[in-house]
């Protein structure tokens, strides 16, 4: 396999399913080697399984984002067994449960930010350390369209999705003169398992959601992985501190 990612050794956090899975699939199909990490083994060699039958050489490693023990073990396997890192994927994320701002349970709330702000600060440390030594990487974090605009009854969700643009803009000034390069996408609402499990909780949301995108339709994994893949690449070595926003046009309106 050869491609745009020929040679680059890749991370993807929650690479098991949704987004992540796909993004997996999209630097594979560029060429590169890809270390899967997700907290679910099932899903995660589910990933690993369709990347070995593509050809490209994988891994899967189970880990948990809100532990800082576990995103270390990460790295360390990742850079031992493939012989490295280049691009890293920071995607891993949860939805939490629904509530407004003033009925969200402290538990809630730190349930959903050790794992989408915590947890990518936790990933790009040590993404950094190894990066800094070669003087070479990229880094690529999921935030979301919830990261530009708030959203009723997500507080922390939409609080930790403002937070990654923030770290992603920091670490990517510090970093800018020093070979990496760190940027992050907002996806839309795309069709994965976790806006499926949203509208298990609220059946009746899926048209008024519809109506509201520009395009009329849902995003697909594979329209934000592609461009991840792009952002990790050689193909945008001037991009860094970026946002790129890919929603189907919803934070246009
Ligand atoms: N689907 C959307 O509409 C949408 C929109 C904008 C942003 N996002 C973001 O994209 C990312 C992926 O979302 P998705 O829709 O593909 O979700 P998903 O639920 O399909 O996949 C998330 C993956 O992350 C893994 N994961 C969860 N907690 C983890 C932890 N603590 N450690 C390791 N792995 C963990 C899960 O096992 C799962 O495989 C998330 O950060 C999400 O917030 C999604």
Known sequence: MTGILDKKIALVTGGGSGIGRAT???LANE???VAIADLNPE???STLNHLK????KALYIE??????SSVKEMIDITTKKLGGLDCAVNNAGIQGELSSTSECSEENWNNIISVNLTGVWLCMKHEIIHMLKYKSGTIVNVSSSFGLVGSPNMPAYSASKHGVLGLTKTAALECAQAGIRINAICPGTV?????DNLLKEQPDIMESIIQRLPMK????PEEIGISIAWLCSDKSTFATGMVMTIDGGLTTQ
């Open 31 to 33: 060429g590169a080697s």
């Open 43 to 45: 899903t995660g060699n």
């Open 63 to 68: 880990s948990d984002m809100s532990s800082a």
């Open 24 to 26: 997996c699939i999209a």
């Open 191 to 195: 069709k994965t398992p976790l806006v």
């Open 217 to 220: 339709r849902l995003g697909k």
């Open 53 to 56: 039958n593509m050809g490209a």
